[in-house]
């Protein structure tokens, strides 16, 4: 009668031991959905204010090199990376600048799906580009 008890514990243990697996992966899978959602959003906010702020610089020095300084430096600050910076001439006369940036999201286990052929998807997915405006 003892053994029988036993055996029922050792089952229960197993299952406890397999939920709490189990929320653990799900937990990891929820925590590497945020980190990749959270960076393709910042990315791109990110781009339009380093654009405004290369605008805001060139309003006050009138110097396209200053200007393309203050949004590379303003992506530094925010972790990412200025990819293409350019400025144009509006059909109404105003400068309008574009950047685009890269950012990189860290994850605990999106990233080792490279090692199964997705390398080129986990790159694009875990490094993302935004483009901003500013007029």
Do not use: C
Not at 12 to 37: C, K, Q, S, T, Y
Not at 45 to 55: C, G, H, L, V
Request: hydrophobic share 50%; net charge neutral.
């Amino acid at each position: 009668m003892n053994s029988a008890r036993l055996r029922r514990q050792d089952g229960f243990i197993r299952e406890v031991l397999w939920l709490v697996l189990g929320l653990a992966i799900f937990a990891v899978v929820v925590l590497d959905g945020l980190a990749l959602f959270n960076v393709h959003q910042s990315v791109k906010a990110d781009a339009a204010t380093a654009a405004t702020q290369a605008q805001t610089e060139y309003a006050l020095t009138l110097d396209l090199a200053a200007a393309k300084l203050a949004a590379k430096q303003y992506l530094i600050q925010a972790n990412e990376k200025l990819v293409a910076f350019s400025s144009s001439t509006s059909p109404d006369g105003a400068t309008v600048f574009t950047v685009e940036a890269k950012a990189h999201a860290d994850t605990y286990v999106f990233k080792l799906l490279r090692y199964v052929g997705l390398k080129k998807w986990v790159n694009e997915m875990t490094n993302p580009t935004g483009t901003g405006t500013a007029d």
